[in-house]
T-cell receptor, first 110, second 112 residues
Framework: EAQVTQNPRYLITVTGKKLTVTCSQNMNHEYMSWYRQDPGLGLRQIYYSMNVEVTDKGDVPEGYKVSRKEKRNFPLILESPSPNQTSLYFC?????????FGSGTRLTVV | QKEVEQNSGPLSVPEGAIASLNCTYSDRGSQSFFWYRQYSGKSPELIMFIYSNGDKEDGRFTAQLNKASQYVSLLIRDSQPSDSATYLCAVDRETSYDKVIFGPGTSLSVIP
């Protein structure tokens, strides 16, 4: 089954404690993205990757890092999380006909 | 002006009626247009993709694109309670294939 696997689904952490959200796709897609979704603000792109070792900033990259060492994996790293990064995060993989999204990670930073 | 705009709703329609969802975009060079459905607490799911002017039909869903007027719409015929969700319009930016812009979404409620 074609899918994007994202972990963890839920995460509560404290300010400043580094965390990584993993994302993996099995569709051999070159393009992958990270989005955050907040009430009233919709989906906003954090980072995207056009291929292995090629990444670029989206609309809200501050406070986030990504890496793309393999085509299938695209982890999102928060090196020093802050409460304003509390949000619902989605990883997405882009095929010809649009994105397939992961199931989401609900992150709470206290 | 926001890049992709949608009526936030909520839009309420009776079961069996046609639901009409609208979306306008600002980048005149946009090439591809998508409709996603998102149930509460779930991830967006692609339901329609259109890139040519005119209509595209898939089951009960019809997407309509008018590039001259810069709008794209989604019609849902014979609406069912299971169609109750938020519908996101998304547009490819002309200058960057991978930088899709999402609209804020329209909440649809189908009343039995």
């Amino acid at each position: 089954e074609a899918q994007v696997t994202q972990n963890p689904r839920y995460l509560i952490t404290v300010t400043g404690k580094k965390l990584t959200v993993t994302c993996s796709q099995n569709m051999n897609h070159e393009y992958m993205s990270w989005y955050r979704q907040d009430p009233g603000l919709g989906l906003r792109q954090i980072y995207y990757s056009m291929n292995v070792e090629v990444t670029d900033k989206g609309d809200v990259p501050e406070g986030y890092k990504v890496s793309r060492k393999e085509k299938r994996n695209f982890p999102l790293i928060l090196e020093s999380p802050s409460p304003n990064q509390t949000s619902l995060y989605f990883c997405a993989s882009r095929g010809h006909y649009g994105y397939t999204f992961g199931s989401g990670t609900r992150l709470t930073v206290v | 002006q926001k890049e992709v705009e949608q009526n936030s709703g909520p839009l309420s329609v009776p079961e069996g009626a046609i639901a009409s969802l609208n979306c306008t975009y600002s980048d005149r060079g946009s090439q591809s247009f998508f409709w996603y459905r998102q149930y509460s607490g779930k991830s967006p799911e692609l339901i329609m993709f259109i890139y040519s002017n005119g209509d595209k039909e898939d089951g009960r869903f019809t997407a309509q694109l008018n590039k001259a007027s810069q709008y794209v719409s989604l019609l849902i015929r014979d609406s069912q309670p299971s169609d109750s969700a938020t519908y996101l319009c998304a547009v490819d930016r002309e200058t960057s294939y991978d930088k899709v812009i999402f609209g804020p979404g329209t909440s649809l409620s189908v009343i039995p």
